[in-house]
């Protein structure tokens, strides 16, 4: 059974870093692109990020510059650390699994509980 | 890259059917067949219906059904039942290695 815990919200002022991460199971992480998708409270979803099997990087514009996603194959653990943080990147953060194991994004059959992630002063 | 526009409500009685659109453009919806759909209930994390327009994952009833025309897809839920109440979302590759969500559809079963 595919499992993805997120952990690392919190409460950050603007302009602060914060790192998440997100610990898999049920699946060799290497082998299927990751992403990370937020939604601000109330709000809908927003892809932020995506990895894919190869160590590529890919951000949505809100984020580019500002975030950035890794991963640790001997952890079978996700992250992204995210630097000077607005008040808009306030959030929960999903980890997700892609449903393919192709280089680009196709859908998401697998998600975290998530972790909320507030930016204020 | 925008949202895909999706209506914000869409509403039914139990055993009636309720079809959400969800338009993009050329770059995104009419030009991949990597449209999903989504389900969210309050507080919960989405679920996927729907892949690839009309695929259903294993476990998803079949009343769940997806389909696409041009830049528009749709989500048709058919026998509607009161824990279809949630939130609906669409989604598709977009290109250039990026992903777009729809602004959702708030289902209310009546």
């Known amino acids: 059974e595919v499992q993805l815990l997120e952990s690392g919200g919190g409460l950050v002022q603007p302009g602060g870093s914060l790192r998440l991460s997100c610990a898999a199971s049920?699946?060799?992480?290497?082998?299927?692109?990751m992403s990370w998708v937020r939604q601000a409270p109330g709000k809908g979803l927003e892809w932020v990020s995506a990895?894919?099997?190869?160590?590529?990087?890919y951000y949505a514009d809100s984020v580019r510059g500002r975030f950035t996603i890794s991963r640790d194959h001997s952890k079978s653990t996700l992250y992204l650390q995210m630097k000077s943080l607005r008040v808009e990147d306030t959030a929960v953060y999903y980890c997700?699994?892609?449903?393919?194991?192709?280089?680009?994004?196709?859908?998401?059959?697998?998600w975290g509980q998530g972790t909320l992630v507030t930016v204020s002063s | 890259q925008s949202a895909l526009a999706q209506p914000p409500s869409a509403s039914g009685s139990p055993g009636q059917s309720v079809t959400i659109s969800c338009t993009g453009t050329?770059?995104?919806?009419?030009?991949?067949?990597?449209v999903s759909w989504y389900q969210q209930h309050p507080g919960k994390a989405p679920k996927l219906l729907v892949y690839?327009?009309?695929e259903r994952p294993s476990g998803v009833p079949d009343r769940f059904s997806g389909s696409k025309s041009g830049n528009t897809a749709s989500l048709t839920v058919s026998g509607l039942q009161a824990e279809d109440e949630a939130d609906y979302y669409c989604s598709s590759y977009a290109g250039s290695h990026n992903y777009v969500f729809g602004t959702g559809t708030k289902v209310t079963v009546l």
């Open positions: 049920g699946f060799t992480l290497g082998s299927y692109g």
């Open positions: 690839e327009v009309s």
């Open positions: 997700v699994r892609d449903l393919k194991n192709y280089d680009i994004l196709t859908a998401f059959p697998d």
């Open positions: 050329s770059s995104d919806v009419g030009a991949y067949n990597f």
């Open positions: 990895i894919y099997r190869g160590g590529s990087a």
